[in-house]
């Protein structure tokens, strides 16, 4: 029998320690995608239990590329911490990181209750009071970002910090699924893309959580919750002097330093 929170626990002591450990699935072979709920489900009440607030909710795996390449057909889903959260302009330290990576994101911000199950990004829409930019900082506490699905879950899905944007939007300003994003580092265009690359719509990707919520748990994502949708981007490694620059359209700019 797994100890869920035996395992947990590795995980914890890995991203306090900034030491990459090995797979789960390396151990146990037949740790399946239940199994990887299971520990991050342990995880997060550890985290809660030493005093950590749970800010947003996450998706992961929502671009098509990132899908093909982990040869998966669902995204999955994490949360973010207090402790995760930078603001525009701020830094991150390397000292507190294992590895990591950054990927531009639009987030959801709930105007009211939505509760699967088959929510369609429609809905999402209409129920969603604000949109915002967002960077988000993956950082695997596998070694050499190597896992299979059922690992990264238990993992939180490599969630470690997110930038977010200074200013809240009104989603009906914009169409959802054609921001643009541009993203440079030390003044060079180091990755782009168009929101759609999130499930056609990051909108759809608020609806897959939800759905995924209702019929995992029977939860709701209740008014107020913070939802990042997934990478438009592809995921850039980092390096200690970094100072990254995303361009969101019709958004402004994130901006961070890394130290
Ligand atoms: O936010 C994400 O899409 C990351 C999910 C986990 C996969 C990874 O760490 O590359
Ligand atoms: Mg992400």
Known sequence: MLDYRDLAEYLIK???????????????T??????GYR???ELVKRKVELGHKVTAYKMGLTSRAKMKQMKV????????FDYMNVPNRGQILMDDLIHPKVEAEIAF?????????DVTGEQVLEKTQWILPALEII??????????????IADNTSASRVIWGSQLYHPHDFTVDLIGVSMS?????????????VLENPANSAAMLASMLYEEKKEKLKKGSVILTGGITEAVLLKKGDHVTTEFDGMGKISFHVR
């Not at 900034?18 to 151990?27: L, Y």
């Not at 911000?109 to 199950?117: K, N």
Request: charged fraction near 25%; charge should be negative; include cysteine.
């Open 185 to 197: 580092i030390n003044r060079e265009i180091r990755a782009s893309g168009v929101s759609s690359a």
């Open 139 to 152: 950082d695997s506490r596998y070694e050499n970002f190597r896992f299979q699905l059922p690992d990264v």
């Open 39 to 41: 520990v991050q489900q």
């Open 109 to 117: 911000i709930l105007g009211e209750d939505i509760e699967g199950p």
């Open 73 to 80: 057909e669902t995204p999955i889903y994490g949360y973010i």
């Open 14 to 28: 890995a991203e306090k320690q900034k030491q990459a450990v090995s797979c789960i699935s390396d151990q146990y």
């Open 30 to 35: 037949d740790f399946n995608l239940t199994m």
